[in-house]
């Protein structure tokens, strides 16, 4: 991130995104607009983006689909913009990496704000301070390399992780057996300064879980699989009302004591 940060305002209402984009402008942002999804992955590619502000509600690919990008191909941290109503749309969009949310309408003054505070988390002490240049961390069958800001499964496929979630999980894993408060997290992750924005590392947490615990979850369901599987063929060699063979032997034995 150079001295002027590159702001990527995506709304599909012009009457929303110039007027938002003239006021960040003022606040000494670097400000481009995009009307849609494609428009949005074009100026992806063509410049340095520090920071995507996002519309969920968009005609054809919507922003929580562009969200799912951003958190899979890059480190951009994303501000989704949301109707009130539509708290469902802000979960999923948090689970698919986005750092923060506003609810429409919103105060730009607002925005402006959180806008600050990510951009704090994710490019200034939180992330920066805390991940050495290189270093791998192994933890239940995972690998967190802080070198590559990549989590990687026990078979080598790497997990997306956004800019937050990464910042959580190195302060986590280089502080092993140590129980961490919220405000500890917070100290690590973000900064004091973010504090009144705290629900960002709740959700960072419950990400992280989901993450994770799908991997561990799936090796228990294929124990489960190859237990049953065993407590099947054992149940098939004593069947109950299965009538027992007579040995051949005994039988010979009867035969010569007649």
């Not at 002027?4 to 606040?27: K, N």
């Not at 997306?160 to 979630?165: D, F, I, K, P, V």
Request: charged share 30%; proline share 4%.
């Amino acid at each position: 991130m150079g001295d002027t940060p590159h702001l990527l305002l995506v709304d599909d209402e012009r009457s929303i995104r110039e007027p938002l984009a003239q006021y960040l402008t003022r606040q000494g942002f670097r400000v481009t607009q995009a009307g849609d999804a494609e428009s949005a992955r074009s100026r992806l590619a063509a410049y340095a983006i520090d920071l995507a502000i996002v519309d969920i509600m968009m005609p054809g690919e919507d922003g929580l689909s562009l969200c799912r990008h951003l958190a899979a191909t890059s480190d951009t941290p994303v501000i989704l913009l949301t109707a009130k109503a539509e708290e469902t749309d802000r979960i999923v969009g948090l689970e698919m990496g986005a750092d923060d949310y506003v609810v429409k309408p919103f105060s730009p003054r607002e925005l402006a704000a959180r806008i600050k505070v990510v951009l704090r988390r994710t490019q200034g002490a939180g992330v920066r301070q805390h991940a050495p240049e290189s270093g791998s961390y192994a933890f239940a069958g995972w690998v967190l390399k802080s070198g590559e800001r990549a989590l990687v499964d026990r078979e080598g496929v790497s997990v997306a992780l956004s800019t937050g979630e990464f910042a959580l999980l190195l302060a986590l894993v280089t502080r092993p057996r140590q129980v961490l408060t919220r405000d500890q997290l917070l100290d690590l992750t973000q900064g004091r300064e973010a504090a009144a924005f705290d629900r960002a590392v709740d959700n960072q947490v419950s990400r992280l879980r989901r993450k994770i615990e799908a991997e561990v979850a799936q090796d228990q369901r294929e124990i489960d699989r190859l237990r049953g599987e065993q407590r099947q063929r054992d149940q098939q060699r004593h069947l109950p009302g299965e009538a027992a063979r007579p040995d051949p032997q005994s039988r010979v034995t009867s035969a010569a004591n007649v």
